[in-house]
């Protein structure tokens, strides 16, 4: 049995993961790239597991009082990506089973780090912890401009994250570049029709994985 493969998707909140998780989540068994017999697992983070979308309750909608500190919000996002890990993705990797993530340790660089000002190495050495060293196959960043990401939310309810406000979106934006850069990723510009975007991505599947 050959192990699974891992697919992130990564970005700015609102650059379209979850539209592209759907299209991709029923394009990817027939594309021909998957082994037969392997299954798909669709997931996302904070919150892939039960324990998880506790967490992610806390993270996302703790307000006053009751929210994390940076310090508490990134051990927060590292529990739940152990947790993640090990009771999901590595067993299905492990299955041969091929797993596509909404959101991984890129996104803690970003937010916790490049946006919060916390010490890049301490999130590196956290990442060891959380991961056990499990990185993925193939990371595709959905590349979006602040202006859009905030135009493409407005009129919804924010989540704790995504009421930081502009300055702190800016900060992100420019971490997931370095992040992108220093990691490989497969970036897709995710200004462009739904459709467009999902083409992008099929054909960086394509090339990276095949
Ligand atoms: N976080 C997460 C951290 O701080 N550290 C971490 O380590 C991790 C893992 C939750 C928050 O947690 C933070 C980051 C986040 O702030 P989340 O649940 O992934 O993470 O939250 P969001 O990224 O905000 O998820 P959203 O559901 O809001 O955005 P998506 O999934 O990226 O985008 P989607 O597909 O829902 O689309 C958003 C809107 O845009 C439209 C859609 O119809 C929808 O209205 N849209 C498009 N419009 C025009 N053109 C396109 N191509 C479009 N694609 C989608």
Redesign the pocket.
């Known amino acids: 049995m050959t192990r699974g493969r891992l697919i992130v998707l990564d970005?700015l909140?609102?650059?379209?993961?979850?539209?592209q998780r759907s299209a991709l989540a029923a394009w990817l068994p027939r594309s021909g790239l998957m082994p037969a017999g392997a299954g798909l697992i669709c997931t996302?983070?904070?919150g892939g597991t039960v324990f998880g979308q506790t967490l992610r309750e806390l993270?996302?909608h703790a307000r006053g009082d009751q929210a994390p500190v940076p310090q508490a919000e990134l051990l927060l996002?590292a529990a739940d990506r152990a947790q993640h890990i090990e009771t999901t993705i590595r067993p299905a990797l492990e299955r041969g089973d091929w797993v596509l993530s909404?959101?991984f340790s890129g996104?803690?660089l970003a937010?916790?780090g490049h946006g919060r000002g916390l010490d890049l190495s301490l999130i590196n050495q956290l990442e060891q912890i959380a991961t056990g060293g499990l990185t993925p196959d193939l990371t595709l960043w959905l590349r979006l401009s602040v202006e859009d990401s905030i135009r493409?939310?407005r009129g919804e309810r924010e989540?704790r994250?995504?009421a930081e406000g502009q300055v702190f979106l800016a900060k992100v934006a420019e971490g997931f570049a370095v992040v992108a850069a220093q990691r490989n990723w497969c970036a897709v510009e995710?200004a462009?029709?739904?459709d467009a975007?999902t083409h992008c991505l099929q054909q960086c599947i394509k090339e990276q994985l095949a």
């Open positions: 970005g909140d609102g650059c379209g993961k979850t539209t996302r983070e904070p993270l996302l996002y909404d959101r996104s803690t937010y916790q493409r939310r989540d994250i995504e995710a462009q029709s739904p975007v």
